[in-house]
């Protein structure tokens, strides 16, 4: 089984950049599709992106399409997920998963890392 740890988090003013990391361990991620997902106190979990094993591939949610970039290194064992221009609502506990889909069921989580926008 995959062990994930999330990095990167960070208190950012609306319209600043953060990058997240996800660092593997335990097996390699090339076998896996990857995924972000965040989630906002007194809210579920929600999809953020995804990338396909090969990197050839992604999917995001609505709300960060065209700001943020999901992205991979297989040889690193390591996802990212580039956030610009970000908003207060992008504040939320931010995860990696293994996965392409949207939904959230069944899937092993890290800790997270808290990513705050002031406004």
């Known amino acids: 089984q995959v062990q994930l740890v999330e990095s990167g988090g960070g208190l950012v003013q609306a319209g600043g950049s953060l990058r997240l990391s996800c660092a593997a361990s335990?097996?390699?991620?090339?076998?896996?599709?990857m995924g972000w997902f965040r989630q906002a106190p007194g809210k579920e979990r929600e999809f953020v992106a995804a990338?396909?094993?090969?990197?050839?591939?992604?999917n995001y949610a609505d709300s960060v399409k065209g700001r943020f970039t999901i992205s991979r290194v297989n040889t690193k064992n390591t996802v990212y997920l580039q956030m610009n221009s970000l908003k207060p609502e992008d504040t939320a506990v931010y995860y990696c998963t293994t996965g392409y889909g949207s939904d959230p069921k069944g899937r092993s989580w890290g800790q997270g890392t808290q990513v705050t926008v002031s406004s």
């Open positions: 335990g097996r390699s991620i090339s076998s896996y599709a």
């Open positions: 990338i396909s094993r090969g990197g050839g591939t992604t």
